[in-house]
């Protein structure tokens, strides 16, 4: 810059860019001289003052700044005055040219800068205006600073990220772009831009340098970027992620972005309003996307109003896909989320964890699929604990993980759990322990223990379908109480419900392969039109509705024999109580086609005969 000049002085070959000069004087300068085109074509005006010159130099400024001399055929476009200049040494000579009418504050395409070198990169990023618009050139650009950008309304953009590569230089110990870094700004927009962290070539103490960082700004939309290794690599928390959103952020977009083999994290977010959409994930350390980040000074900050939609992942070798962990009770935990319709794949510990202990609500966990790989850590496929109320997980399909297919836990309440398929889980299918829930329309098939498993109070079990569980079909066990399980379906399991809870109602199951029996500690039940080979039932306050006969028999060295009162054309439902644990089989009776009575035959839990008294109910 001219010492006496406070606008740009820009130099470019004949024929050439001036590259520098900003997008709103280049085009009056060009409209004003005739010539104004996209591609930046040289002045041609013909030279009233017979001015000669090899290589055009452009200066712009307010009027007043013309610097008092400058080279013969040098141009000053006065910004303010949008007059044209230009030197024959001595003096300035303004043409008197007609300026054609132009809009020049929005021009989609045109570019205050395009830079194709590092230093260019840099110095662009550097003295950005508000409204700017930098592209940059295919190639790589291997900096030595953050890319702080702290001005609104601006653009940066490359030629795709496999053409335009961010490559800090061999012991830079930076990040990528930091959005933000030094004062709030609004309306910013990055595209199309590869970003590799060199992280062997870091020194080991430097922590979090990001990819994409998005810190005190609102409205940022990142799109179709990439990021891989980056510092620290393989590092939780503290190590490099791909994008970060921290918690001063609002209004954030990440949108068809994608990492590989990344340093921590390929996007984690705090803030809020923000959308994780439609991003790749291949080969990752830990989570896909995190609901959280962890700040510098250690703390954890969760995201709020988030939607992480349509994602795919591939093989993260120490994280989840999607979820958020631990973190300050006495702090909201993420809320108002919404995780739909994501795909994770190949070796990972869940597809969704939210095991927070804070505070957590209004969550919808929606139309997810997850496959998990081969994983020598025992994990459930979606996995929510800690205090979480307005929870709705659906329309879920998980198979193939290592500890259960859904396990809800914590001490929240108002939990939906309706339509998920759940398919060869190493344990149960779905567990519940949270109260007030709806567990509805469920399949659960194969799980190598229980189909379904609660251990809280008032919780509804309605419409599910178990089938060829290793163990139990529905287990209702001992601590939990009220519990509603009506018009479930359980095929190829021989003990297809466990009642182990009290003040229970068990209603419309339908197994005619399997028995229903009552735990010894189970009581005050109501069992009710049920469809099952047999029930055993202990409770001495328990009812079971629908039982037309009751008998009182002794059974002696473990045999027994009952005659009932009526003849049945169809084969009753059988229940025996006792104050004894027990274990029992029947042999019927039948005369003319008739059912009409039973042989028992009573074991205890070692298969050695026993004499007791019991009760049998004969049930229509």
């Not at 399949?443 to 419409?463: A, F, K, M």
Request: charge should be negative; hydrophobic fraction near 35%; glycine fraction near 12%.
């Amino acid at each position: 810059m001219h010492p006496d000049d406070d606008g740009r002085r820009l130099a470019a070959d004949s024929g050439g860019w001036p590259t520098g000069l900003s997008r709103r004087a280049y085009l009056k300068l060009m409209a004003a001289t005739g010539v104004a085109t996209a591609s930046g074509a040289p002045l041609s005006q013909t030279n009233p003052l017979n001015l000669t010159h090899e290589a055009t130099v452009y200066w712009s400024g307010p009027e007043a700044g013309k610097p008092s001399s400058a080279p013969v055929g040098t141009w000053y476009f006065a910004t303010d005055t949008n007059r044209l200049f230009v030197s024959t040494g001595g003096r300035w000579h303004w043409l008197s040219i007609s300026t054609p009418a132009l809009q020049t504050k929005r021009l989609s395409g045109i570019a205050d800068r395009v830079v194709s070198t590092t230093d260019g990169l840099e110095a662009a990023i550097e003295e950005l205006s508000r409204g700017d618009t930098v592209v940059l050139a295919p190639g790589t650009y291997r900096t030595s600073k953050w890319l702080r950008i702290d001005r609104d309304d601006v653009t940066v953009r490359g030629a795709g990220p496999r053409a335009t590569l961010v490559k800090p230089a061999d012991g830079a110990n930076v990040g990528g772009f930091h959005v933000g870094a030094r004062r709030r700004v609004n309306n910013v927009r990055i595209r199309g831009i590869g970003f590799h962290g060199n992280h062997s070539t870091m020194d080991d103490e430097v922590r979090r340098c990001h990819a994409f960082l998005v810190d005190d700004a609102e409205t940022v939309a990142i799109e179709d970027c990439y990021a891989t290794k980056t510092h620290p690599y393989h590092e939780h928390d503290a190590g490099g992620s791909g994008f970060c959103v921290r918690e001063s952020a609002s209004n954030v977009s990440l949108v068809g972005n994608r990492t590989h083999d990344i340093g921590d994290r390929g996007i984690q977010v705090a803030g809020r309003d923000i959308v994780v959409a439609r991003n790749q994930f291949t080969d990752g350390f830990d989570r896909c996307i995190s609901l959280e980040v962890r700040q510098p000074d250690g703390r954890k900050r969760f995201a709020e109003s988030v939607s992480v939609v349509n994602n795919v992942g591939r093989n993260n070798s120490d994280g989840s896909f999607v979820g958020a962990s631990q973190g300050p009770t006495d702090e909201p935990g993420p809320g108002n989320v919404a995780i739909v319709g994501n795909v994770a794949a190949g070796t990972h510990r869940r597809t969704v964890y939210l095991g927070v202990e804070a505070r957590m609500e209004n969550v919808a966990i929606v139309g997810n699929v997850g496959r998990q790989a081969a994983f020598d850590e025992r994990r459930s496929g979606i996995y929510v604990a800690g205090h979480v109320s307005n929870l709705t997980v659906t329309g879920n399909t998980l198979s193939d993980y290592s500890l259960h297919g859904i396990e809800l836990v914590g001490n929240g309440s108002g939990v939906v759990c309706a339509n998920n398929t759940v398919a060869r889980p190493s344990r149960t299918g779905i567990v519940v322990d949270v109260e007030d829930a709806v567990v509805t329309g469920n399949r659960v098939s194969r799980p190598r223990r229980d189909g379904i498993v609660v251990e809280s109070t008032d919780v509804s079990l309605l419409g599910n379908a178990v089938s060829n569980p290793r163990d139990v079909g529905i287990h209702i066990s001992e601590p939990a109480k009220r519990v509603s399980a009506i018009g479930n379906r359980i095929r190829n399991a021989s003990q297809a419900v466990s009642v182990d809870g009290n003040q229970c109602v068990v209603a419309g199951t339908v197994a005619p392969d399997g028995t229903l029996s009552e735990g010894p500690d189970a009581d005050q039940n109501v069992l009710f039109g049920n469809l099952l080979r047999s029930q055993t039932v202990r409770g001495q306050q328990t009812v079971v509705v629908g039982g037309s006969e009751r008998h009182a028999v002794t059974v002696d060295d473990g045999e027994a024999a009952v005659a009932f009162e009526r003849r049945y054309h169809r084969k009753p439902t059988l229940s025996v109580h006792s104050d004894d644990p027990i274990l029992w089989s029947v042999d019927w009776v039948r005369d003319d086609g008739d059912y009409v009575g039973v042989g028992l035959s009573v074991v205890d839990s070692d298969q050695t005969p026993v004499s007791t008294a019991a009760t049998v109910r004969v049930h229509t």
